[in-house]
């Protein structure tokens, strides 16, 4: 009995969500056929108790839009939100960014936007007031700096990314590197060493097998923030991932049982060093995302209530 209980608060520290709840797979395969697009976040929620928040990648969302996705989860949903792409070494157009920010840099729309400090200043600035509503309502979970491929070893160093860290030092960051060579040899050590030391959240992931220099390896665990564990899976097709043209393609893959009985020993495994671990799918074609992610839930022991049967399903 008592190991039972273990499980189960091991499980309870366990978030498990999608990488955003608006995919067009999601909306043709997995939503109630007919539901307004108001009613899906209302709708995931009740499957679900975290997301990571994709659109914030392209804008800054509106603060009045944050707060209705407030009103319309539950009091313990956490929203963790992926920082823009300007932030995260991504080539960036002008028209990315808030017109009153474009105009203030005065820029063209198809200008490329240099990464500087006072770029970033204003970027966070812009993002200040929509992440406030979401501390305020006690559920902003984790900001998630998802760097480029092109951010590599022979390229840049770590400590580029010091001064936007330092401007988001009251928030948990979440740091995806998407370049091998991060985490290669004696880089591993220095890259883990350099993400405890800003209490930055090493992002964990589940991929393809293949060697790659955009691949990051699926066999490290790294715990280096003691509040909080990430782990993001991307499915294992190794040629969707390199030659996908779209999100969807890069990330087709179904998980089989079998390997979601891995993911939950893997999640359990980074519990043991972290208070909360956030298990993010991002394979995100079709339905495959909530499905694998419902499937998660269910082999961690969490309760999870099927979803409704409506009328227009059918």
């Known amino acids: 009995m008592r190991h039972f209980d273990h499980n189960a608060r091991v499980a309870e520290r366990i978030l498990v969500g ?7 797979g999601f909306v043709e395969f997995w939503y109630p056929k007919k539901m ?40 313990n949903f956490v929203f963790n939100v992926k920082l823009h792409q300007l932030l995260s070494y991504h080539s960036t157009s002008a028209k990315l960014l808030p017109p009153v920010l474009q105009k203030k840099l005065r820029l063209e729309k198809n200008a490329k936007v240099a990464l500087t400090k006072e770029t970033s200043e204003e970027m966070l600035e812009a993002l200040a007031p929509s992440l406030e509503v979401l501390r305020r309502a006690g559920k902003l979970g984790v900001l998630l700096l998802q760097l480029s491929p092109a951010f ?38 220095k890259t883990l060493e350099f993400l405890g030391e ?21 066999g490290l665990d790294a715990n280096t923030n003691k509040n909080v564990a ?18 969807a393609a890069r ?23 972290a208070r909360e671990v956030h298990v993010i799918f991002n394979n995100n074609a079709r339905d495959y995302a909530p499905h694998a992610a419902l499937r998660l839930r269910k082999a961690l ?11 227009e399903l059918f």
């Not at 999608?18 to 067009?24: F, G, L, R, Y």
């Not at 800003?198 to 699926?218: C, E, G, L, Q």
């Not at 990430?230 to 999100?247: E, F, I, N, P």
């Open 152 to 189: 590599s070893p022979r390229q840049h160093k770590l400590n580029e990314l010091e001064n936007v860290l330092r401007m988001i030092c009251d928030f948990p960051v979440a740091v995806e590197l998407r370049n091998r060579n991060w985490v290669e040899g004696e880089q591993l050590e």
């Open 36 to 75: 307004r697009p108001a009613d899906r976040l209302g709708w995931y929620a009740q499957h679900f108790n975290m997301v990571e928040v994709n659109s914030t990648f392209y804008s800054v969302p509106d603060p009045m839009l944050v707060r209705r996705w407030c009103d319309t989860t539950p009091s």
């Open 230 to 247: 990430y782990l993001r899976l991307h499915g294992r097709d190794s040629r969707a991932y390199l030659t996908g043209k779209t999100v």
């Open 251 to 273: 990330f087709n893959y179904d998980y089989s049982d079998a390997e979601i009985d891995e993911v939950a020993a893997r999640s359990k495994k980074l519990a043991r060093n």
């Open 301 to 311: 022991g969490q309760l999870v209530s099927p979803p409704p049967q409506t009328a």
């Open 18 to 24: 999608t990488a955003s709840w608006s995919d067009p």
């Open 198 to 218: 800003h209490n930055a959240i090493f992002v964990n992931v589940d991929a393809p097998a293949k060697k790659h220099f955009t691949i990051m390896p699926s």
